[in-house]
Every structure is written in structure tokens, then in C-alpha cells.
């Protein structure tokens, strides 16, 4: 046997073990490890926020505590105002309940010439074993559920906690990482970081921006048809149509098109309408406006990397695509060369425009 091989089956043991060791400890950290992407793009759109506070004189642990809560209390007040619609509607369907089961009981025996009894139906589910069995189910899921519920709080909690470290120790950061690259590294790696910065912080105000503006005009346009509900539906359908692409507007417009249907028909058919009128102002003339001083992605590009980030990561891939979408754009702007396009054929559709118009 040469005396190789046994050192040879040695580190080849080592190495399939350390590759076992690290693997297990990916897997284990997964969920860490997106915790703390996601805080450092909640950091990235926080930073320029940030900045402006520091620059007028206020200290930067204050400065990323006051835009922290300034944005939990949106957040509260976007979820509350959503809440008190589904709740309302909920305690509406309960209290209706008894005389919808009247009239379904009341069309079944004129349709059916069946002889049903309100009474006896419900002393029938109520002592029923289906029913029985259906709460023991659920009573031994109650931990479970509550389980869910507290490591659902747990990771928001270490989200807000990595995100107010990295926008608050941000300069602090960027030395310690800087601190061991050459000096030429060091500028590559902190105009990347500006360009994050910039692009992520940028999104998000434009995004900001015309949510508010779409948020005012669908709850204009909802308080003069007398839709329920009309401030908690405008908030609902600006931020869902600006942080959802491309067809966030349709669904944000689904829930104000329900509720104007109880009112009348026609006005979910006038919601429906401008729903439709909106989009195309936005796309054509709101959008291009703010997106052209903050930043600018095709909205086919936007589609995609949802679709990408969902596929790759879930929800949390869905959340951070498109910032992270904006700043790989702005990257690759800054770093890659463009050139003149001399070749006739890339200009034959902008030809033919010119000879209709001759």
C-alpha cells in the first residue's frame, strides 16, 4: 500500500465530514441567516432616513430609534385600520348568521317540499360527534398554533433588533469590514454600499410616495360612492398596489369592490372602473415622475424577481426582491461599460416610425 493512501482516506474522511458539520449547521442557521438579510435591506432603507436626522445635529442611536418608531406606528396603524374592517365584517356575518340559516332553511322547503326545522338542526350539530371531534382536534392544536404565534414574534423581534444595529452601528460596520481589504477594496466595497443605500432608500420612498397618493385618491373616490370602511380601504389599497408590482392594484382593488357590492352592484362596477383608470395614471404619468429621481425598474423586471425571490426564499424572498432587484441595476450601472449602438438594424422599428410620419 503506498504511504499516501491512508492520509489520503484520512482527509477525504475530514473533508466529507466537515462538509456534514457545515451543512447541518447551515440548515440549522437557515432561518438566522434570513433574518438578518432581511434586516440589513430594513437597515439599507432606513440609512438615508437616518442620515438626514444625524446631519441636523441628532445623535445616531436617537436618530434610528426615532424612524423605528416612527415606522412601527405605521405599520400599527396600517394593520389596525385593516383589522377593524375584517372585524367589523366578521361580527356582521355573526350576528346575521341566524337569519341567513332562516332563509336557506325557508328556500330548501319551498324548492325541496322538504319540512326542515331550524331548532332541530342546530340541537343536531350541536350534539353531533362530528362537531365534538372537530373541537377536540382543534383544542389539541391550541399549542401548536400558540407556538406559532410566539416564534412569529420571536423572529420580528430579532429582525427589528439586527436592523437597528446595522442602520445604528452603519459607519461603525463599514470600517470594521473595511479594516481588512486593501484600499482599493475598500472603495469598491463602500461605493457598493452607497449604491445600496441609495437605490434601496430610494424604492422605498418612491414607493412610500405613491402609496400615499394612491391611497388618498381611492379613499376620495370610495367616500363619495359611500363605500364602508372608506379611510381603512384608501390605506389598504396604497400600500398594497405600490409594494405588490405589477398586479398590486388588482389586488388591493378586490376588497373596496366587495364591500361596494353590498352598497349596489353598480358602484363595484364604479370602483372596478377606476381601479383600471388609475393604474394607467400611475403607470404613465405619476410613476415615471418620482421614479425618474429615486430609481427606475421596468415593471417586467419587477414581476420577475418576485417570482424569482418567492421561488428561492417565500414570502421573505418576495419582501427584499425588488430592493435587491434596484441595487444589482444600479451595480451593474455603475460598473459596466455601455457603448453606442452603431449597427442600423437595432434602430429599424424608431425607421419605420419616421417613414409613417413622412
Not at 415615471?288 to 421596468?298: E, F, L, Q, S, Y
Amino acid at each position: 500500500m503506498p504511504r499516501w493512501l491512508p492520509r489520503a482516506f484520512v482527509l477525504a474522511l475530514a473533508l466529507v465530514g466537515c462538509y456534514q458539520l457545515a451543512s447541518w449547521a447551515f440548515h440549522q442557521l437557515v432561518g438566522l441567516l434570513l433574518n438578518v438579510l432581511i434586516a440589513f435591506f430594513l437597515a439599507l432603507a432606513m440609512e438615508p432616513a437616518v442620515n438626514r436626522l444625524v446631519a441636523r445635529g441628532m445623535r445616531r442611536g436617537l436618530a434610528t430609534g426615532v424612524v423605528f418608531l416612527l415606522l412601527l406606528a405605521l405599520t400599527v396603524g396600517f394593520f389596525g385600520a385593516l383589522g377593524s374592517v375584517f372585524a367589523d365584517q366578521i361580527t356582521r356575518i355573526i350576528d346575521d348568521l341566524p337569519s341567513y340559516v332562516d332563509d336557506v332553511v325557508v328556500w330548501i322547503n319551498q324548492t325541496f317540499h322538504a319540512d326542515l326545522n331550524v331548532g332541530k338542526l342546530q340541537d343536531n350539530v350541536l350534539h353531533s360527534d362530528w362537531l365534538r371531534g372537530y373541537l377536540q382536534d382543534n383544542a389539541e392544536n391550541v399549542w401548536g398554533l400558540s407556538a406559532t404565534v410566539l416564534g412569529a414574534v420571536f423572529q420580528l423581534l430579532t429582525v427589528f433588533l439586527f436592523a437597528f444595529y446595522f442602520a445604528a452601528d452603519g459607519p461603525r460596520l463599514r470600517r470594521a469590514l473595511c479594516s481588512v481589504l486593501p484600499p482599493a477594496r475598500q472603495a469598491e466595497v463602500l461605493r457598493a454600499w452607497e449604491i445600496a443605500v441609495a437605490k434601496t432608500g430610494g424604492y422605498i420612498y418612491s414607493r412610500a410616495l405613491m402609496a400615499v397618493v394612491s391611497g388618498v385618491a381611492h379613499y376620495l373616490f370610495l367616500e363619495l360612492l359611500d363605500v364602508p370602511y372608506a379611510p381603512a380601504l384608501g390605506i389598504w389599497v396604497g400600500v398594497v398596489s405600490q409594494f405588490v408590482p405589477t398586479v398590486g392594484t388588482y389586488i388591493a382593488g378586490a376588497l373596496p369592490m366587495l364591500l361596494g357590492f353590498t352598497v349596489n352592484p353598480w358602484t363595484a362596477v364604479w370602483v372596478l372602473a377606476f381601479v383600471v383608470v388609475y393604474q394607467q395614471f400611475e403607470n404613465y404619468l405619476l410613476q415615471p415622475r418620482i421614479t425618474a429621481r429615486t430609481v427606475d425598474i421596468h415593471p417586467a423586471v419587477a414581476f420577475g424577481s418576485v417570482i424569482a425571490g418567492t421561488a428561492l426564499m417565500g414570502v421573505i424572498g418576495a419582501l427584499i426582491a425588488i430592493p435587491a432587484t434596484a441595487t444589482l441595476q444600479g451595480f451593474l450601472g455603475a460598473y459596466v461599460k455601455r457603448y453606442d449602438v452603431t449597427d442600423p438594424r437595432a434602430h429599424e422599428v424608431r425607421r419605420h416610425r419616421i417613414r409613417r410620419r413622412t
